[in-house]
């Protein structure tokens, strides 16, 4: 058991908003681990029959829990897990639920009930830098090479396998059994692309034609992909200056270990790291979360990795860089020069405690990734 103590207390906050908590995240990133370390919780999987069978009537089964918790892990196996849900919220007020699955929840049509007001959603992501000395892992390259889900980043050898039979299992249990998609080799090319893509701008139509099919079949397929975390897109900042880029966003693979392995590489230089800890970025920032996360990037290629708005004026921007010594402003002053109120944030590996530095009329704060998640927030 490897303790993940951001996690649980996201989902402690989450109960005190809400009954139900809705722990979502890919296949296999730990969700049934980290739900089974809750102290004082009735666990049941509903993969199995007979957890069907024991919710048959929700009323009756709630009552005779004794414990404050409850997790009902793959919920959406149940024949309707939404009525079973509002059964918990709306006459078990006491109780707290814990309801997994892979996608949002909305991504099957069992759910006929939102049950707005009644929960909040936590995603569950791939093991955070701050998270490796729980899982006994010293070197940054290691998450990055292998990714963050638990079995790859702690096997013992690089496991090729282990990406193209998590690609499989996501097909079969994710996406065909959800939205019914019988097209497998096309989509799962799809995701090849995306994935040895991951981090650029999104060009449906390209992808449209190296996979195969129509451009509104890629646009579906990319939305089955955000539902189920396998991609994330960031659209770009802009108050519609005309040098600014307005509409074409960036989309992300989900685990830099997939990224890496649809790209082919055994091993990682330099270059690769730079490119790769900028996905680790940005599960850092998803983990706060932050909301209305954007990049920035003008006509002249001039590029902010990540931006977030804070209110009507100010907007921060956030670098990632593998080296504190990569860093270069040109990008920085060109964004300062439409937006002057703001934190200025490049995040290092390895940067020990945050630190400042000038840059003509600029002021940078260098930090980590954990202390981004304080400085982001």
């Known amino acids: 058991m490897h303790p993940r103590p951001h996690w649980t207390d996201r989902l402690a906050t989450a109960w005190r908003q809400a009954p139900i908590v809705w722990l979502s995240g890919v296949r296999r990133a730990g969700k049934t681990v980290l739900a089974r370390s809750l102290p004082d919780t009735e666990f049941l999987n509903c993969d199995l029959p007979g957890s069907a069978q024991r919710l048959h009537d929700p009323e009756l089964f709630f009552a005779a829990v004794g414990k ?85 980043l702690l096997s013992r050898d690089l496991d090729e396998d282990f990406y193209s039979e998590w690609l499989d299992s996501y097909f079969a249990r994710d996406v065909q059994e959800l939205f019914r998609l019988r097209a497998r080799s096309s989509f799962l090319k799809l995701v090849e692309l995306v994935l040895r893509q991951s981090g650029g701008m999104l060009e449906v139509s390209s992808l449209a034609r190296h996979v195969g099919v129509s451009r509104p079949t890629v646009m579906s397929w990319l939305e089955v992909l955000q539902i189920t975390h396998v991609a994330h897109m960031v659209r770009p900042f802009a108050n519609g200056a005309r040098r600014e880029i307005l509409a074409q966003p960036k989309l992300y693979g989900f685990d830099t270990g997939f990224v890496r392995h649809a790209r082919g590489w055994d091993s990682l230089r330099p270059q690769d790291c730079g490119v790769l800890w900028e996905h680790l970025v940005l599960d850092e920032l998803l983990a706060i979360p932050v909301p209305e996360l954007r990049f920035w990037r003008d006509k002249q290629q001039r590029e902010i990795d990540f931006v977030r708005p804070r209110g009507r004026s100010a907007v921060d921007s956030i670098e990632c860089k593998w080296s504190p010594e990569a860093f270069e402003p040109r990008s920085l002053r060109a964004f300062r020069e439409g937006y002057p109120k703001g934190k200025n944030l490049v995040v290092c590996p390895g940067t020990k405690q945050a630190y400042e530095q000038r840059f003509g009329e600029l002021r940078v704060t260098f930090c980590s990734a954990a202390e981004l998640r304080i400085l982001a927030a």
């Open 68 to 152: 404050s918790r409850i997790v009902l892990d793959e919920v959406h196996q149940l024949p309707d897990p939404s009525r079973v849900l509002k059964i918990a919220a709306d006459d078990f007020p006491r109780l707290r639920v814990l309801a997994t699955g892979s996608s949002t929840l909305a991504a099957t049509k069992k759910f006929r009930d939102s049950l707005t007001g009644r929960k909040r959603v936590v995603e569950l992501l791939p093991v955070l830098e701050e998270e490796l000395a729980e899982f006994g892992i010293t070197r940054l390259e290691d998450r990055l090479l292998r990714g963050g889900l638990p079995q790859a």
